[in-house]
């Protein structure tokens, strides 16, 4: 599964495949990104996969008129998705057993779905903006 998080209002944009994420599925998710016809600018927040800065996709957000925003390697803690990903996780993995495959993507898919509403609070302080600056610190050597 391929997600994008609207940072304001919490809802999710998906793309699932049951075999691996590739730069086509990155190209489907800009796909459902424009259809949702937003008039301001736009811009993904992406990690350094190389599948996400390859030339294709690189290309294909450009047509799109929808900037891609790299952020530094090992930093997943700057991407909300991320964050996101850990709080799905919680809800349908930690002592959860499910005993088909569809019953497991089933519940991922409603987790998803409903996350913007049913868990808005705690999507709120877990999905904030506010970043930790290491600016105007002091290191000491021990």
């Keep these: 599964m391929l997600a994008a998080l609207e940072a304001v209002t919490k809802e999710i944009i998906t793309v699932t495949n049951e075999t691996y994420i590739n730069a086509e599925s990155v190209c489907q998710l800009l796909a459902e990104i424009a259809k949702l016809g937003l008039v301001n600018p736009i811009t993904l927040v992406l990690d350094n996969a190389r599948y996400q800065k390859c030339a294709l996709v690189q290309n294909y957000a450009a047509a799109l008129n929808i900037e891609l925003l790299y952020l530094p390697s090992y930093s997943p803690h700057l991407n909300l998705i991320e964050r996101f990903w850990k709080f ?41 903006w506010n970043f930790q600056s290491f600016k105007n610190i002091t290191i000491s050597a021990v």
């Design 88 to 128: 799905v996780r919680g809800e349908c993995l930690n002592s959860n057993y499910y005993e088909k495959f569809p019953d497991f993507k089933q519940a991922i898919d409603n987790c998803i779905r409903n996350a913007h509403t049913e868990h808005k609070d705690e999507l709120e302080s877990l999905l904030t």
